[in-house]
């Protein structure tokens, strides 16, 4: 089964940009769809961004539509996502996570990922 590490959290001031890297061991990243969630202090864990097997699909919470930007790359096994014009309401722990079934269109429902990263703070400064 594919292992997920996060990296690329800190702390940054609205209107910044991080990139959040996923790196992927065990399995080839290609065999998942892939998402990132994320979870703010005493609310549920939210779906973010989500990207196809073959990397041509994308879906987004309306959220953070227009600001991030969820990618990968096959040769470095790495899922990311690009944050820009970032928030205050963005601040959260991430987390990368994948299914090894294909979609048309990535799952937004936090339960159908069923390999999970540990998570990477991002926190947003006003």
């Known amino acids: 089964q594919v292992q997920l590490v996060e990296s690329g959290g800190g702390l940054v001031q609205a209107g910044g940009s991080l990139r959040l890297s996923c790196a992927a061991s065990g399995r080839t990243l290609s065999d998942y769809t892939m998402g990132w969630l994320r979870q703010a202090p005493g609310k549920e864990r939210e779906f973010v961004a989500g990207?196809?097997?073959?990397?041509?699909?994308?879906v987004y919470a309306d959220s953070v539509k227009g600001r991030f930007t969820i990618s990968r790359d096959g040769a470095k096994n790495t899922a990311y996502l690009q944050m820009n014009s970032l928030k205050p309401e963005d601040t959260a722990v991430y987390y990368c996570a994948a299914r090894s079934v294909y979609y048309l269109a990535p799952p937004t429902e936090v339960q159908t990922y069923g390999y999970w990263g540990q998570g990477t703070q991002v926190t947003v400064s006003s």
């Open positions: 990207i196809s097997r073959d990397g041509r699909n994308t």
